[in-house]
């Protein structure tokens, strides 16, 4: 069975620019998770979709958003870059219950915000 | 507001010894308490989850004790290798919001 898998791999924004990053989980997974990794805040929980809505949500500005589509393929856009969203996204993937229950970790994203 | 802590923040081991982890959480509302472990450019592994109503799970060299009255939970490595030398994560699943709240990390390093 494929991993999960994130696109792009390493991206460079400036500072104003939105970006969407994709995430397509294990198959037959309906739950996928985003985390935000930064040296400074360590890991943090963004939201996490199950067929095709958001189910939960951490507590990030209204400029991090996302979907799910009805392949499970998630996306995740944040518009109005700050230097300070550089880190390393993640997404994650399970059966069906978030935390719940074991999640796969795709290789993360690192985006760079100039 | 749940806090996991992770002490030490780096461990360097010589290869064969057994080793402890240690994770603490303020808060003892937990739906499961989980490990993980974090290779550079390789995201995060599953290790083991321990669910509230449990005190303990193995898996292989691994185990992981949860003890929600005091708030810590350890993983215990058996005779370490150079490949287990990686970032050890652990996190708490709140029972009400179902977050996952994450400690800093243990960098272990296990020289050969």
């Known amino acids: 069975k494929a991993g999960v898998t994130q696109t792009p791999r390493y991206l460079i924004k400036t500072r104003g620019q939105q970006v969407t990053l994709s995430c397509s989980p294990i198959?037959?997974?309906?739950?996928v998770s985003w985390y935000q990794q930064t040296p400074g805040q360590g890991l943090q929980f963004l939201f996490e979709?199950?067929?095709?809505?958001?189910?939960n949500k951490g507590n990030f500005p209204g400029r991090f958003s996302g979907r799910q589509f009805s392949n499970s393929r998630s996306e995740m856009n944040v518009s109005t870059l700050e230097l300070g969203d550089s880190a390393l996204y993640l997404c994650?993937?399970?059966?069906?219950?978030?935390?719940?229950?074991?999640?796969?970790f795709g290789p993360g994203t690192r985006l760079l915000v100039l | 507001k749940q806090e996991v802590t992770q002490i030490p923040a780096a461990l360097s081991v010589p290869e064969g010894e057994n080793l402890v982890l240690n994770c603490s959480f303020t808060?003892?509302?937990?739906?499961?308490l989980q490990w993980f472990r974090q290779d550079p450019g390789k995201g995060l592994t599953s290790l083991l989850l321990?669910?509230?109503s449990q005190r303990e799970q193995t898996s292989g060299r691994l185990n992981a004790s949860l003890d929600k009255s005091s708030g810590r939970s350890t993983l215990y490595i058996a005779a370490s290798q150079p490949g287990d030398s990686a970032t050890y994560l652990c996190?708490?699943?709140?029972?009400?919001?179902?977050?996952?709240?994450w400690g800093a990390g243990t960098k272990l390093i296990i020289k050969p």
């Open positions: 808060d003892s509302a937990i739906y499961n």
């Open positions: 979709y199950f067929s095709e809505t958001q189910r």
């Open positions: 198959s037959g997974h309906r739950s």
């Open positions: 996190a708490a699943l709140g029972d009400s919001n179902y977050q996952l709240i």
């Open positions: 994650a993937s399970s059966g069906a219950g978030g935390g719940q229950e074991t999640q796969y």
């Open positions: 321990i669910q509230s």
